[in-house]
Structure formats: C-alpha cells, structure tokens
C-alpha cells in the first residue's frame, strides 16, 4: 500500500515538473539569436542593443528576419501553454507554463542565462490563456509604436495595460472567471517584461532611446574562399 501510494505521488507530481521544465526548455530556444547565426553569420548579442530578442533582430539584419524572429518567439510562447492544456494541465498550471516559457527566453540556459526581454514570448504564451487581453495590450503596443516610434516604450506600455486587460476581460465576461491565475501570470509575465527595460526606462528618462527605423550594421566575419 505504501509502494503503491509513493507511485500515486510520483505520477501526481510528474505533470506539473514536466510541464514547467519543458516550457522552461521551449523558451530557452534562442530563435533570434539562430536566426542572425544562420541568416548573417553574425551574432546578434554582439551589435546593437546587445539584446537576442526580434527587435534587435529588425535592426540588425532587416525586416524579414526580425519578422521570422517574431514569429518562432512569439510561436514557443503559444506553444508551451498550447501544449500544457493538451497534456490536461489546469489553467493554474498552464500559467505557470506561461511564465516558465518567458522565464526561459529571458534566461536561455542554451545561451548563458542571456537572452531577450520576453516580450514575444510572454505574448504568445498569454495569447492562449487571454487572448482578448494580448489583443488589447497589442493594440497599446501598435499605437505606441505608431505615434512615438521606440518599440521600448510601446512594450512597456503593452505589458502594463495586459494585466488590467486579464481582470477587464473576466470581469465582462469577455474571458473565464476562473481564478486568479491568468492575471497573476500576466502581472508575473509585465514584471518581468518591465525589469529586462531597466535600461529603456533609463534612456527614455534622458530622452535618448532609440527609435525605430534605425538599423544598426552587422559585422560579419566572411572567410576567404579556399
């Protein structure tokens, strides 16, 4: 009996490590750095905002990788909760999913814990969760960007506005009153997204962010033909 109930502990408790360990392994795949690596040659931590998310992507290789780059981090988010809730995960549990997915693209143990910002990422992983809520906060973020041109500052508004979407949402029953988790998983995935702008905010403060459209060079390193 007591065999059989240490079984029953084991299995009860395999779901919810195999559900946070791979979303933490899904995200800790540094698209963006592999998309430069295959695309330039170059690395993308090296130039720019020093940054392997999409937007130093955009500025360092051109549009169509930085969309590609979007894309992939966008797609590990939504495919880390995705898959948790196909596996029978509860909706607690797919948060923490949520937040383990950004979690591992801001901390890529594939890239020396030193990667993006987590905005993609966490999107992606709240678009499965609260989809009404990313499409308000995308819309804050387009706006942003639109009117004031720093991507930066249309993140940090986007991630401060996506919380307030979760309650809004359940509170007109535009989303599932069902807990606390999906808010709290967003308000995790806004702090955090807010934390990795340390540097932004600083910038924005002194009125010298970087605005959109400015495209920084990539050195590549080109081997001489044998």
Known sequence: ARGGGRVNVLRSAALPVGVIAGAYLLGSIPWSYLVVRWLRGADVRAAGSGNAGATNVLRLAGKGPGALALFLDFSKGAVAVAASRALGAS????????IAVTLGHVFPIFLGLRGGKG??????????????????????????????????????AAAATLPFAVLGAQR??????DGPSRAMAA???ATLVVACHRSNLRRLWRGTERRLGRVAAVETQKHPEQ
């Open 187 to 189: 308000a995790a995935i």
């Open 91 to 98: 909706v607690s549990l797919a948060a923490g999913a949520a």
């Open 119 to 156: 905005v993609a990422t966490g999107a992606g992983a709240m678009a499965i969760l609260a989809p009404i809520a990313v499409l308000v906060a995308a819309v804050v973020f387009i706006g942003v960007v639109w009117v004031r041109h720093m991507v930066s500052l249309g993140s940090l």
């Open 172 to 177: 007109w029953g535009w989303l599932a009153d």
